[in-house]
């Protein structure tokens, strides 16, 4: 089975811009759906973000569209997500999950649809 393991995260201030890397370790992420969210303490884990097995399809929640952009390089087993303008409220750990799909165009938007989850990584953005 496959586990996500992600990096990048750190503290940034408002404005400014964090990457963060998902890699598979185990095994490839060829077959599966990416998707990327966040959870500050005491709230439900939050959609950011995904991308289809193919790349070909694209989905961003509301709050980050237009200031984050999702990516994956199939040949390098990665998943990244670049974030910019970040503001104070993009505050909070960020999770890399995956998801087996069989249709290359398949993208998913709730927890519930993914299996496997890496252990996430702090994105503190100071004002």
């Known amino acids: 089975q496959v586990q996500p393991v992600e990096s990048g995260g750190g503290l940034a201030q408002a404005g400014g811009s964090l990457r963060l890397s998902c890699v598979a370790s185990?095994?490839?992420?060829?077959?599966?759906?990416i998707g990327w969210f966040r959870q500050v303490p005491g709230k439900e884990r939050d959609f950011v973000a995904a991308?289809?097995?193919?790349?070909?399809?694209?989905t961003y929640a509301d709050s980050v569209k237009g200031r984050f952009t999702i990516s994956r390089d199939n040949a390098k087993n990665t998943v990244d997500l670049q974030m910019n303008s970040l503001k104070p409220e993009d505050t909070a750990v960020y999770f890399c999950?995956?998801?087996?799909?069989?249709?290359?165009?398949?993208?998913?938007?709730?927890?519930?649809?993914?299996?496997?989850w890496g252990q996430g990584t702090q994105v503190t953005v100071s004002a």
């Open positions: 999950s995956a998801s087996r799909v069989f249709a290359t165009g398949v993208v998913f938007t709730t927890p519930a649809q993914y299996r496997y």
């Open positions: 185990g095994r490839t992420f060829d077959g599966y759906a």
């Open positions: 991308i289809s097995w193919s790349g070909s399809r694209i």
